[in-house]
Structure formats: structure tokens, C-alpha cells
Antibody, heavy 119, light 111 residues
Framework: EVQLVESGGGLVQPGGSLRLSCAAS????????MTWARQAPGKGLEWVAN????????YYVDSVRGRFTISRDNAKNSLYLQMNSLRDEDTAVYYC????????????WGQGTLVTVSS | QTVVTQEPSLTVSPGGTVTLTCAPR?????????PNWFQQKPGQPPRALIY???NKHSWTPARFSGSLLGGKAALTLSGVQPEDEADYYC???????????FGGGTKLTVL
């Protein structure tokens, strides 16, 4: 069974940093693209970033490029999202997701972790 | 900024059929956008339903189907069940530096 468990969320001040983690199990982690998506309170989904199986390619939504960094450790079956220069509008539940077949983006999702940016 | 539009809300009767659509604000959807569809119920993470326009995941109920309709991506629910009441999101592939964009979502009410 595919399991994705996010952690690392919490309250942070504007301009601060936070690192999210996603622990994966139940599948060969190193064989799949991985994705972060987010959902602000009461709002819709927003695709944030993804990266290739070996970490050699990364892609970001314009609003986080240069501030967020997606990475992975295939030896630890873990996905990360380093978030710097956080803004109020980054407040959201952050979800880790796994792809499946080509262009089956985010086929499996974790339960999410809440990030609140506020002074 | 890329904007993908969906109907904000729709209502359907139990047992009925409803079609949700998804398209860029200015433009049409083709198969090269590889539309994905997701269902989200309150307090839960999204659940994937459809990928690459028409393909179902192994867990997707048979009453859900995906297609292209009049230049839009479409998700059709046939024989709607009360448990289908949820928010539905499409996801389109644009490639490039920001490859994927979610639609704004449709709140489906079964009444």
C-alpha cells in the first residue's frame, strides 16, 4: 500500500524558513516523480513543484521559484520542500504526492501538513 | 499567469448525469494537456480519478469518465450517488518551467 506522510509544518513568521518532509513507503520510491501541492484555507488546490526520479530535473510554480527548493533522498525514501522567505500567502496545507504512469500526475496523496505564516 | 476555469458549482439529482468542464481562460484543451481529474471531500486529501484525458485509475468507479468536449476537458458522472458530493479539480499540463496548473474547482452538490 502506498503511504505518504508529511511532517514539518507549523507556525512561522513572514520572512522565515521551514523544511517539510514526506516519508514514503509501500512502493519503490526511486522510480517515481514526486510532487508538492498546497491548498490555502477554504481555497482550491495549487500545484507547487515536482522533481524527477533521480532529482536531476525540478519544476516550480512561478510564485515560489527562487524561494522554495524541492529535493529527495532516495536512500531514505524521503521527499523535502525547503521553504525560504515565507509570505502570508504561503499559508496552506502542503501535500506530498506521487505520480504513476506518464502524465498521471499526483495519483497518490498524503494527508498533508499545515504551514501558517503569520506574525 | 495561467488561469484554468471550471464551473464554480453544479447541482445534480441522485441517479442523474452531470458533466464538469475545464479549460484555459483563453484557449482550448487538446489531448496534449493530458487532463487529470481529482475529487476532494471535506477534511480529506484529493483523490485522483482520471489521467491523460480518459484513463481511469484502478480505484476509479465506473460511473466516472473523462473526455474532450467542445474544446474543454470534461468529467462526466453517470448515475450519480450521494457520496459523489465533493469538490472536483482538473489539472492541465503546459510543459515548460511551470508544467502543471490546477483549475479553480467545481463544488458538486447532490440534491
Amino acid at each position: 500500500e502506498v503511504q505518504l506522510v508529511e511532517s514539518g509544518g507549523g507556525l512561522v513568521q513572514p520572512g522565515g524558513s521551514l523544511r517539510l518532509s514526506c516519508a514514503a513507503s509501500g512502493f519503490p520510491f526511486s522510480r517515481y516523480w514526486m510532487t508538492w501541492a498546497r491548498q490555502a484555507p477554504g481555497k482550491g488546490l495549487e500545484w507547487v513543484a515536482n522533481l524527477k526520479e533521480d532529482g536531476s530535473e525540478t519544476y516550480y510554480v512561478d510564485s515560489v521559484r527562487g524561494r522554495f527548493t524541492i529535493s529527495r533522498d532516495n536512500a531514505k525514501n524521503s521527499l523535502y520542500l525547503q521553504m525560504n522567505s515565507l509570505r502570508d500567502e504561503d499559508t496552506a496545507v502542503y501535500y506530498c504526492a506521487r505520480g504513476a504512469e506518464p502524465f498521471a500526475e499526483a495519483s497518490h496523496w498524503g494527508q498533508g501538513t499545515l504551514v501558517t505564516v503569520s506574525s | 499567469q495561467t488561469v484554468v476555469t471550471q464551473e464554480p458549482s453544479l447541482t445534480v439529482s441522485p441517479g442523474g448525469t452531470v458533466t464538469l468542464t475545464c479549460a484555459p481562460r483563453n484557449g482550448e484543451v487538446t489531448s496534449s494537456f493530458h487532463p487529470n481529474w481529482f475529487q476532494q471531500k471535506p477534511g480529506q486529501p484529493p483523490r485522483a480519478l482520471i489521467y491523460s484525458t480518459t484513463n481511469k485509475h484502478s480505484w476509479t468507479p465506473a460511473r466516472f469518465s473523462g473526455s474532450l468536449l467542445g474544446g474543454k476537458a470534461a468529467l462526466t458522472l453517470s448515475g450519480v450517488q450521494p457520496e459523489d458530493e465533493a469538490d472536483y479539480y482538473c489539472l492541465l499540463y503546459y510543459g515548460g518551467a511551470q508544467p502543471w496548473v490546477f483549475g479553480g474547482g467545481t463544488k458538486l452538490t447532490v440534491l
